[in-house]
């Protein structure tokens, strides 16, 4: 068994700077539209993500068409390690009429865009 313990300290010294990865990407696991007086769309979006510090969180997430153009990018300027999940909202998006559903969309200061997304059918 003592064998065991050198084998176990040089994977915990392999493994340690993967750490930073465990958090996983950001997921997107909730989301509102409402269309403003003015015409633009204000969205409430609800993140998921193992933020560790500032080395690994969630930055932002954007809402995108379904073909992926930006319509509307929501900046997110510090972890949320004991906020989890987390909502902000973006106001003053642009949706053109002819745009029905959106993609929204995560993103991490390691991993870059993935994890979850959300479609949301907009209520018009």
Same mark, same amino acid.
């Given at each position: =068994?003592?064998? =065991? #313990?050198?084998?176990? *300290? ?12 465990? !958090?996983?990407?950001? %997921? *997107?696991?909730?989301?509102? !539209?409402? /269309? +403003?007086? @003015?015409? $633009? ?7 998921? &993500?193992? @933020? +560790?510090?500032? %080395? &690994?969180?969630? @930055?932002?997430? /954007? *809402?995108?068409?379904? +073909? ?11 972890? &949320?390690?004991? +906020?989890?999940?987390? $909502? ?14 959106? *993609?929204?969309?995560? &993103?991490?200061?390691?991993?870059? @865009?993935?994890? #979850?997304?959300?479609?949301? $059918?907009?209520?018009?």
């Amino acid at each position: =068994m003592p064998a =065991m #313990k050198p084998l176990a *300290v040089a994977c915990l010294a392999i493994l340690l700077p993967l750490a930073p990865a465990w !958090a996983g990407e950001a %997921d *997107v696991v909730g989301a509102e !539209a409402a /269309q +403003e007086s @003015d015409g $633009t769309w204000r969205f409430s979006v609800s993140v998921r &993500h193992g @933020d +560790e510090g500032w %080395d &690994h969180y969630a @930055d932002r997430w /954007q *809402v995108e068409t379904p +073909e992926g153009r930006v319509l509307g990018t929501r900046v997110l300027l510090h972890p &949320h390690e004991a +906020e989890q999940p987390f $909502t902000r909202t973006l106001g003053g998006v642009i949706v053109p009429p002819e745009v029905t559903e959106v *993609v929204i969309r995560a &993103h991490d200061s390691v991993h870059g @865009d993935g994890g #979850k997304v959300f479609r949301l $059918t907009l209520p018009r």
